[in-house]
């Protein structure tokens, strides 16, 4: 029997020298995707540093865009916290709210945790899937998915304006809001 243990990638918004596989600081990513994608080995951990983390996307159910997707057991980390690291969505083209072409800010995938950032101003569509393309501004979680030490502020959904689903530890949900009902939280476990 081998012990391995996880690999580790870094991820700095303002990296001069991003190079895969973004192993350390010197050459890390510059976006949490690109990390979060340089390995689809389960219990790896991306570490971020400061910074506000407000372009790309990726959609994982449907047409609805993600800021950030953590899949595949994938552990996402904050440095230095909340307050100086931020994961921001986007509202719908030519509006202030949900719609076509909105961006909420994190998908959390089966046994993946997302810890230490301020998640603002996600939004969804008003199509789609009802609960994964309509739900979760801020995050949209499996059930076996954690969300520690986050502040959910400014997001919007139809049901779920901070979260929908997965497990909240240690976190604030303020200024969100839904169409429908469970403006800070739906179906969460608090």
């Known amino acids: 029997m081998q012990v391995v243990s996880p690999p580790v990638y870094y991820v700095a918004v303002n990296n ?29 951990l991306v570490l971020v540093t400061n910074g506000v983390y407000g372009s790309g ?36 083209p030519g509006t202030t709210g949900n719609g076509d ?38 995050v949209w979680s499996e059930i076996t998915g954690v969300i520690s030490n986050c502040l959910l502020t400014g997001n919007s959904a139809y049901y779920g304006g901070g979260s929908a689903y997965g497990t909240l530890n240690n976190c604030t949900l303020t200024g969100n809001s839904a169409t429908i009902s469970g403006g800070a939280a739906d179906g969460s476990m608090l």
């Open 16 to 44: 001069p020298t991003p190079q895969y596989p973004y192993t350390n600081w010197q050459t890390a990513a510059t976006s949490i995707q690109t990390a979060i994608d340089a390995e689809t080995l389960p219990g790896r």
């Open 57 to 92: 996307g990726v959609a994982v159910y449907g047409q609805m865009t993600n800021r950030v997707a953590l899949t595949e057991g994938v552990r996402v980390f904050s440095v230095n916290g909340p307050g100086v690291t931020q994961i921001v969505g986007a509202p719908a």
């Open 101 to 138: 072409g909105a961006i909420r800010c994190a998908y959390i995938g089966v046994n993946s945790t997302l810890s230490g950032f301020t998640l603002a101003n996600g939004h969804t569509r008003t199509l789609g899937d009802f609960s994964q393309e309509r739900c979760g501004g801020g």
